[in-house]
């Protein structure tokens, strides 16, 4: 058994205080800001611009699952405002067949675009969708999610018009499984100004799978350059309930070296630090 540390009581003190001061911290400025910008954008009299919104889905034996999130995607979006997906299969892909049929069924009322290619990391496959996207709002997702808010693409096109869009930006969706949603998003979405500054989505040449989300993130807080938004987008099925598990989830474990990947992210924060300020 693991020995547990003891701290004393001041010790113990001193880390809640902490803990509780960033808590706080991070909610007054994230919620003051957001507000701030929907005020302006009230105030300018601005309307909602239809930037275009690039889907990225990386996939693997899951056509089921992906074909329940298309459902919601296309049943929940506005008519009103692009969207495309562009959707990434391995080039020994089982279900390609199945994924075609679905596509199929959709690609009426979606742009929908596919690719076989291999890679090793997964953020590999996102960097690589995110070279064939046009749009000027990047979304990086699961196919396992049910977009459970209606107009979500009208929404978020909503969220960026607050924003000036020739300059990076990113814009962090909330779903319903992250109990502190101003620490942390497990979607954000990064305009086109964004990609172009760091000429990447996601962190590939760092971690042996994802932590896309994580690094998003950290270079948002680090530079600003965010928005959390107010409404719950998605409800996110993800391996830690049982009827989820499946054969992709049991493979990426494998693949994860989680300790190395953390370290790797302490490791990285002067990295971070210099792309947040290229950000600015």
């Given amino acids: 058994m693991k020995k547990k540390h003891n701290r004393n009581f001041l010790q113990s003190l001193t880390k809640d205080f902490i803990k509780g001061f960033?808590?706080?911290?991070?909610?007054?400025y994230t919620y003051i800001k957001y507000h701030y910008y929907t005020k302006k954008f009230i105030l300018s009299k601005k309307i909602i611009s239809d930037f275009g919104i690039s889907i990225l889905i990386?996939?693997?034996n899951r056509s089921k699952k992906f074909e329940?999130?298309?459902?919601s995607l296309v049943d929940n979006k506005s008519n009103f405002f692009k969207v495309e997906v562009l959707v990434l299969f391995d080039e020994d892909e089982n279900e390609l067949d199945l994924y075609k049929t679905v596509i199929n069924k959709y690609i009426s009322s979606v742009e929908i675009f596919y690719f076989n290619k291999n890679f090793e990391k997964n953020s590999e496959r996102i960097n690589f969708l995110a070279t064939k996207s046009k749009y000027d709002i990047i979304l990086l997702i699961n196919d396992d999610l049910n977009f459970c808010l209606k107009n979500w693409n009208k929404i978020i096109c909503h969220e960026f018009s607050k924003i000036n869009m020739d300059k990076?930006?990113?814009l962090w969706l909330r779903t319903d499984d992250v109990k502190y949603k101003y620490f942390h998003s497990n979607f954000p979405v990064i305009n086109r100004a964004w990609h172009n500054v760091l000429n990447y989505h996601s962190p590939s040449k760092y971690f042996n799978h994802w932590w896309s989300d994580n690094w998003i993130c950290d270079l948002g807080k680090k530079s600003g350059k965010f928005l959390i938004t107010n409404q719950v987008f998605f409800t996110h099925f993800n391996k830690f309930q049982k009827n989820q598990l499946d054969s992709l989830y049991v493979e990426n474990e494998r693949k994860r070296d989680g300790e190395k990947d953390y370290q790797n992210w302490i490791k990285l924060d002067n990295v971070r630090k210099e792309d947040a300020k290229k950000l600015l």
Avoid: D, E, Q
């Fill in 22 to 28: 960033s808590r706080i911290y991070w909610f007054v």
């Fill in 58 to 60: 990386p996939t693997k």
């Fill in 68 to 71: 329940n999130m298309l459902k």
């Fill in 168 to 170: 990076p930006f990113s």
